[in-house]
């Protein structure tokens, strides 16, 4: 019997090591404790999180955020570095991000701490926007080290950064990713709180395809990471496109995790029936997984089984993306969504890679929908997925809308306008 002991212990220990423990920091939304966890995957990290915080909750009710506000999901969570600092947000609770709490700490130390001074209290008080304006313009110009790229080159840069990227432009790739990735976990809220996903079916699957497609085609336009990333600005040299490999991609960006774009693409294109049989990447599947795959669709949707469901809808292939920024790095404000340009010029300009402190103050900076995302592009999908008349052109629409440039404006505080754009 030890002898079969002895076997069935480093199998199970052969089996254990198949994942690599890594380390993550998590927090609650209050930021009053902080925890180091040990785990292997996404659902292991939930669950040894809300037992070491007092969760009560089930697992696959939290949320993880990371500090800057961005929700995280499974696939996304495989890309994170060792350390980095998450947080978890049961339901009901407001995650606020670094800048959220940053903009808080301002307003509560205007009105609680500075009230000694009359002047200096009316400073804080009075449009507290502008302040950041102040800071903008107070901030050291020195562009001796802006054209540096490397960590080694400008470690200052780098310094208390939860990155392990080499690169100025890696990591700026990566931020413009998590503003897009936000922007359709955003989207796939809203579409699934709504009524029209929760009560018609037929809508509910058409929504789904969707979902599906969006999530395809981002995967397939590197989540438009380039849009930060000053090695893919436009110069006056004509031979521009020469001198770019737009086929080259980071470590960290999803087109290189997991199964890759040609073959979910591909898969579409078959418009395989839905089976809860048909395993996810069957070639890297031994039959144990296979087998627990199909058990755990007994019990719940997958976001396998989104992509897996019939999709009427191409992924398209964009010949190159274009940087919003110079070859220098520096970005302009675009305005507020219904005017022609900015009307601060000079003074709403910003270079993220110059230095570590308008990197920090770059977060403060919004891609804004001109036509809003929430009040006008989803209850419109919604319609037309109800009354049944949406079609493939209507899906491309939407997409260009909510992840391009198409509709998206890179705007200064001062020039976001949070009211209606009506």
């Known amino acids: 019997m030890s002898l079969i002991a002895d076997c069935f212990r480093r199998l199970t220990d052969v089996s254990s090591c198949k994942s690599e423990l890594k380390g993550y920091k998590v927090t609650d939304v209050n930021r009053t404790r902080k925890i180091g966890i040990a785990c292997r995957n996404f659902q292991d990290l939930k669950q040894k999180a809300c037992s070491k915080l007092n969760v009560t909750n089930n697992p696959t ?48 130390v205007n009105i609680d701490f500075l009230t000694a001074g009359d002047r200096v209290t009316q400073f804080l008080t009075d449009n507290l926007k502008a302040k950041v304006a102040l800071l903008n313009r107070a901030l050291n110009k020195d562009e001796t080290k802006t054209a540096l790229s490397t960590r080694e080159q400008h470690p200052e840069w780098f310094e208390n950064l939860e990155t392990n990227y080499m690169t100025k432009e890696a990591y700026m790739h990566r931020r413009c990713q998590d503003r897009i990735r936000t922007y359709l976990y955003k989207t796939i809220e809203q579409i699934k709180c709504s009524d029209v996903f929760m009560n018609n079916n037929k809508a509910r699957q058409q929504l789904l395809h969707t979902i599906a497609f969006f999530k395809l085609q981002l995967k397939q336009d590197h989540y438009f990471g380039y849009y930060f990333d000053r090695s893919r600005a436009v110069t006056d040299s004509k031979s521009e496109s020469d001198e770019t490999d737009y086929d080259r ?62 999709c009427p809808y191409r992924v398209k292939v964009r010949e190159k993306q274009i940087a919003i920024c110079d070859r220098k790095g520096e970005f302009k404000c675009e305005g507020r969504w219904n005017t022609d340009g900015c009307p ?51 899906i491309y629409d939407c997409y260009d809308n909510l992840f391009t440039v198409k509709n998206l404006r890179l705007v200064h505080i001062i020039c976001h306008d949070k009211g209606s754009h009506k």
Not at 265 to 289: A, G, I, K
Not at 344 to 362: D, Q, T, V
Not at 383 to 388: G, H, T, V
Request: proline residues 4%; glycine residues 4%; negative net charge.
């Open 249 to 310: 991609c980071y470590e960290h960006c999803p087109c290189n995790l997991g199964r890759g774009i040609n073959d979910e693409t591909s898969y579409l294109h078959q418009r395989l029936p839905q089976s809860s049989d048909t395993p996810v990447d069957s070639d890297n599947m031994d039959e144990t997984d296979a087998r627990k795959l199909r058990e755990s669709r007994k019990n719940e949707k997958t976001e396998s089984d989104e992509k897996l469901e019939s």
């Open 61 to 108: 009710e939290v949320n993880i955020f990371l500090l800057d506000g961005s929700l995280i999901d499974e696939e996304y969570f495989h890309t994170l570095e060792p350390q980095t600092t998450l947080i978890l947000q049961k339901p009901g609770e407001k995650v606020l991000s670094d800048a959220d709490i940053l903009y808080d700490a301002l307003r509560r």
């Open 344 to 394: 601060y010029g000079e003074r709403h300009r910003i270079n993220p890679y110059r230095s570590k402190e308008e990197l920090a103050l770059f977060s403060t900076w919004n891609l804004d929908h001109q036509i809003e995302r929430s009040r006008t592009l989803i209850p419109k999908l919604l319609q037309l997925s109800r009354e049944d008349t949406i079609n493939e052109q209507d």
